[in-house]
């Protein structure tokens, strides 16, 4: 039915701490299709940042394979838009001029790069505040920037690191359900850090539960519940309450060994 | 705090302030004068405000003053500006090539902390004791200000910011001009304001060691047929000139730095 966006296999990664090897991510093997949504949730130091970094193209694994359709990657790669926890703004320029950077390096025409910024910005409810530098915004105000730069450059993928785990809990609600909104629209493909089950539940087509110490998949949940979703709305849905007990099952039992263990700093 | 940034509680301090510096202006003028008065000093040795006030006056009234600060300026000036230039590049290269960097850095840190003031009497020698010399001691004390902060500048970059620019597609040349650059203008300004009081020290002290105009030379000939008066009102006006010169810095900061937060008291 859909094709393959993402695929990984075997991919283990290996990181040198104080000339100690840390194996970061052992055998992992993930499929995404286009224009799917996938959750990865699991405790610190379970490699899930790392994961979205070498699908990137940041870097390569020490071993494994990665393609992204049906090409393995080799570098950076033009068509992957990727969101950090932190907004990572420049702060020299307006909201407007941050959200129009990627287009800017692409060598975009200034005034259909400045149209698409002010649209964008108008999508994720910034209207108004094109001129605003990022320290005369709020975090949510700078993490709605961030988002809007994200998807300026009309990526195939968007990868998103804990995108909403530094807003407050009222904010962080708004911001998820803007973004399932944005996404319904457009269905982009989206690989989605969280520590938060809830989110993960309430955006994803597919929770990942990874276990850390190395980091490796525990278990893969689909989550069938009916779009369009609101964050807030099936939360408290039977089906939800199911979904909510078997993935916490797994989670905590990762959560809690990882606890008990020396963290070994590798992410 | 939040009541203390309201518009009339501010300016009520900003008055209260004032009022107190003047207050002390006044004091100290005061006790001064009163000490030269009553014999307390000898002012001979210390002048006096109000003789100091007079020789001002009669200065500007003479005009010639204004052609000693042109000369001190444009000294100043001219090894303002081509040490900061030499400078801020040199900085940058040094961050971009971090094997040159490395080669470079006892070099420079040994030439950084010699006192440059010391080299005056060599680069009198062989500069003469013209503009030329004044200008060589101004870029040697600017140059390493400029360069130290541009390459602490570059390399104190934020790495999220160098990461997001990649993904998004940066070239080696838009991650220098875009990211690296625009980041280190806060730590090239500091290194500008204090590199422009280090340039009219360098002018200065290469007038007061030997030359045949300028504030310093009339500072270095008053002090030598032991007319304190003349020396202090020269240093009065030194002191006008360096305060204007960190305030017209203060603006253009402010202007090209709008994005920075507002630090209360800065």
Known sequence: MSQTKIAISNLSHRFEIDGREVLALADISLEVDDGEFVAIIGPSGCGKSTLLNIISGLFAPSTGRVTVDGRPVTGLNPRIGYMFARDALLPWRTALANVEFGLELRGGAVRERRERARELLRIVGLQGFEASYPSQLSQGMRQRVSLARTLAIDPDIVLMDEPFGALDAQTKLVLEDEFLRIWERHRKTVVFVTHDLFEAIAMADRVVVFGAHPGRIKSVVDVDLPRPRSVTGGRFGPRFQHLYERLWEDLRYEVVRGALEPPDGGR | ?266
Do not use: C
């Not at chain 2, 080299?119 to 600017?142: D, E, N």
């Not at chain 2, 500048?153 to 838009?174: E, F, P, T």
């Open chain 2, 1 to 266: 705090m939040r009541t203390m940034s309201h518009p009339r509680a501010r300016w009520g301090a900003q008055a209260r302030t004032n009022v107190w510096r003047l207050g002390l202006l006044v004091l100290g003028a005061g006790t001064w004068e009163a000490a030269t008065r009553f014999g307390v000093v000898n002012a001979f040795w210390v002048s006096s405000p109000s003789r100091i006030v007079v020789d001002l006056v009669k200065r500007i009234g003479g005009g010639e003053v204004f052609f000693h600060i042109a000369v001190t300026l444009y000294e100043a000036f001219l090894g303002f500006v081509l040490g900061a230039a030499v400078g801020i590049v040199a900085g940058f290269l040094l961050a971009r090539f971090e094997e040159l960097a490395r080669v470079l850095d006892p070099f420079v840190t040994a030439l950084n902390s010699l006192p440059r003031v010391a080299l005056a009497p060599l680069f009198i020698l062989w500069f003469g004791i013209g503009l030329t010399s004044k200008v060589v001691l101004a870029f040697s004390l600017v140059v390493f200000i400029l360069l130290v902060n541009t390459y602490a500048g570059a390399k104190n970059v934020d790495q999220d910011l160098v990461i997001i620019a990649r993904l998004l597609g940066a070239s080696r040349r838009q991650l220098t001009m875009k990211i690296i650059l625009p980041s280190s203008i806060p730590w090239i300004f500091a290194g500008l304001r204090l590199g422009l009081a280090y340039a009219l020290i360098g002018a200065v002290v290469g007038e007061v060691i030997v030359a045949t105009a300028g504030l310093g030379f009339e500072i270095s000939h008053a002090a030598g047929v032991f007319n304190t008066t003349g020396v202090m009102s020269s240093l009065i006006i030194l002191m006008v000139i360096a305060s204007l010169l960190n305030e017209v810095m203060k603006v253009a900061e402010a202007k090209l730095l709008r994005w920075r937060p507002r630090i209360p008291g800065a």
